[in-house]
């Protein structure tokens, strides 16, 4: 996998057959591309430099974000142009490897969601894959729907750019995290702020839940 410039996130994904288990790794980057290798690719072949799988060209603009749906079939990816974009992902015969029998050989685009008016940042499935959070520098928090783009809630209560949103592992509540030096909790029906954590010092950049529901880490 080849970027032509930096890359600001990287995704993982586990696909588990009846024959095999194959991992996926997906990167974007300021190249406005969006990249997936296969992770069980052959050594001996391409040593420690696998090509990419496949590759994603529809963005305009630098993506800043890329993550799976929870069953792997679809990528969400988003860009500083405020632009969020579903890609399904196409299998075929693998080329890189002998071990796995399918592997991502293309995409077809789905749905564009365009509902923010600054820079997109972040964006994270629901565990139940129908929705989809999208953070921007626009400071709100969206919640919509991954198969229509329409938009569920909007989330306002930062002061700041909003730099990363996760959702509980029940899909209930989200946590997003801002400039503002913020972390707030929230309901993912009605936006209804549930807590604020205002320990930071300084912007917060990345927030992330464990799988106890309750508890938050950033």
Request: glycine residues 10%; hydrophobic residues 35%; aromatic residues 10%.
């Amino acid at each position: 996998m080849r970027h032509d410039g930096p890359v600001y996130s990287v995704a993982w994904f586990t696909k588990n057959t009846t024959k095999d288990t194959t991992t996926y790794l997906a990167s974007a980057s300021a190249d406005q591309t969006v990249q997936v290798i296969d992770m069980e690719y052959d050594p001996d072949v391409y040593g420690s430099s696998p090509p990419a799988s496949y590759i994603y060209r529809g963005h305009k603009d630098s993506v800043n974000s890329v993550a799976w749906s929870p069953d792997g079939t679809h990528l969400a990816s988003a860009s500083r142009n405020g632009l969020v974009r579903i890609t399904k992902l196409v299998g075929g015969p693998s080329k890189i490897t002998s071990y796995s029998e399918f592997s991502v050989v293309g995409g077809d685009d789905v749905l564009t969601y365009a509902g923010h008016k600054g820079s997109v940042h972040a964006v994270a499935w629901s565990p139940n894959g129908r929705y989809l959070a999208s953070a921007s520098a626009d400071i709100t928090v969206q919640v919509w729907d991954a198969t229509n783009g329409k938009t569920i809630v909007r989330y306002r209560e930062h002061r700041n750019v909003v730099t990363c949103v996760a959702w509980s592992p029940d899909g209930t509540r989200l946590a997003s995290a801002s400039s503002d030096g913020t972390v707030q909790v929230w309901n993912a029906t009605d936006g209804s702020r549930i807590l604020t954590y205002s320990g930071h010092k300084g912007p917060v950049q990345v927030v992330a839940w464990w799988k106890t529901p309750g508890l938050g880490f950033c």
